[in-house]
């Protein structure tokens, strides 16, 4: 990874008005200048600043300046945790945007990047949307300079569409679970995670809208509430992205990271690196935490902490779990599965 320039320093983004956030920077107006047109987008809050601005920090200085911005919108008070996360984003060429839990209109922060439209530059039409519980290991300028056809959404496959018409475990009560959803079979394996999206902003407004009235009318429903609205709402308009782009990191119990070369590496469940050096990523994906909190001990307040117990759990969990996926994903018919959809991605 190259060093980041200190050039480039943040702005005030958007126009004016009650609803818009305020976007670090050196003065308060509305954007006057020009810029990319594309941007790599986060939504968080106090409590994932921490794994955000690293990931953010990595993806900035994994992708040309030219190419896109990277804008970390976190919903929340002007605190001192804010302010040294705004001194952070400055440093490091990262637009931040402090906004108002408010502007969710009672909406969960899991839904917060539905209203990025409303607080993104005007001048930003192609966007990648990121998580925060994410590590990005090389660069994004394939994904990002990818062109998306008016109407389409680009995500890369959710690892329960490469079991989802298994016999035995959990997969049954699955696709019982999708029926009751209304998702036709044939959409089952097209099933993506929305951890990493690739749009354009005139889509995404109006997406989003949908999405939302479907989470506030339906959510408590819903097991994984954003995503299994997006992929309601979105349905056919999706084309698939390469797991790379988007790499479950328990892929490493069988070797996936081979051929697949991940760039962003998605920690979608509990526990997460920042948490320990539990199994399958060890200390590798571990340290950079430790190492970014050293370097910024102002932000240490947002690291997300696991109890004693927690930690001899989620050991012990690991380890057992390592042992079943390798055997599990390891197979020969589920490889063939993840190879056939990367043959499918677009990008």
Known sequence: ?????SSNPTGAAGAPGPARGAEAGPDSGPETGGGPSRACCYTVNEGYLLPTLL????????LPRALA????????AATPLTAAAQGFCAREGIRFILAPVSLL???PMICARFFLCDLLDPRYREIVYLDGDTQVAGSLEPLVAHAVAPGEILAAPDPM???IDSPRGPWPARRAYFDRLGMPAARRTQYFNSGVLRFRRDDWEALSRE?????LKHGSTFTFRDQDALNIVVGERHRPMS???NFPPFFLNFGAEVAIAPRVYHFMSNPRPWHGAFAPWGREWHQPYVAFLNDNPDL?????????LHGFKYAAQQRFKRLVEARQWGAPAVRHRIAAMEAAAVV
């Open 1 to 5: 990874m190259s060093t980041p320039s």
């Open 55 to 62: 990931s953010a920090s990595q993806l900035r200085r994994n």
């Open 69 to 76: 911005d990277v804008v970390v919108v976190c919903f929340g």
């Open 105 to 107: 209109v009672g909406a």
């Open 161 to 163: 569409a490469v079991m």
């Open 211 to 215: 999405c939302l009235a479907l989470c």
């Open 243 to 245: 797991f790379r782009w």
């Open 300 to 308: 240490g307040r947002s690291m997300p902490s696991l109890g004693r």
